[in-house]
């Protein structure tokens, strides 16, 4: 059995028992302040036998200041990654973290845009898979054999920001920004020097795709959200975005959870929107 999207903690350590050849755990622990500190977070205790993957170094391209925080790395440099980590195409890639599943996403979803399948989401992250009564390990991991990931075509949009500026005058795709509802409303701003949103665009705040213990809802109750916002759109119809192109793809795992497709990703997001010159700006709620 595959996993394509959530993986339960239980699910998670049958495949450990089962089929620890088949499977391949990444902890993509980060922080936005703090670029060290996920790498420290995981030394300090990971999931056994877990790889530490790097959202800067790994999962982020080179930063020229007009494209965003976490712009992509080119595709190579991902299947190079993931070869170094010892994944193999067969391989099913468990990923998770230690915040609700926001850097996990963004992992599973630069994996797919590889055409890598195989990927899913620990449910409720490190603090399930503790609660749960599961041991950690600390130090670095072991090196292992070399894996033949490879780069199996695009299986996921992204637009550009002509793209996204060309549809704020259409308005031909909705537009979901995943920032809190503060920073959408253009208040409280601390990552980039300019508060507000992309004319037109809705607040889809991440963390509403969360129980509260930091699992995801169910796919009943997140298609009935997403609808009461989206209205009968499809994924195809709308452009995902937030500070950087990581909570967006939160909004984006969930939408492929039940069933909506998948959307295309504006990967530099506010971070590049906000320093393009002549780049429209607006604050207030939605």
Known sequence: MTYQNLISVNE???LM???????VVLDASHDLFD??????????GHLPGAKFV???SDMGGTKTGKNGRHPLPERGEVVATMRRLGVSDDQQVVV????????????????NWLGHRH???LDGGLKAWRTAGGELETGVASAVAAGNFSDRGPGMEVVSYEDVLSNVASQERLVVDARAEDRFAGQNETLDPIGGHIPGAINRFYKHNLNADGTFKTPEQLTVEFQAQIGDRRAEYLIMQCGSG?????????LHMIGLGTAPLYVGSWSEWCVREGSPVATGPA
């Not at 028992?17 to 499977?23: F, S």
């Not at 973290?97 to 996403?105: L, P």
Request: glycine share 4%; aromatic share 12%; hydrophobic share 40%.
């Open 54 to 56: 790097s959202l800067n």
């Open 17 to 23: 028992r089962d089929h620890p050849d088949a499977l």
């Open 12 to 14: 998670l350590r049958m």
């Open 96 to 111: 998770y973290d230690q915040c609700e599943g926001m850097y996990a996403t963004r992992v599973w979803w630069t994996l």
């Open 246 to 254: 990581v909570s967006a793809c939160h909004n984006l795992f969930a």
């Open 35 to 44: 670029p060290d500190l996920g790498r420290q977070t995981y030394e300090a």
């Open 119 to 121: 990927v899913a989401v």
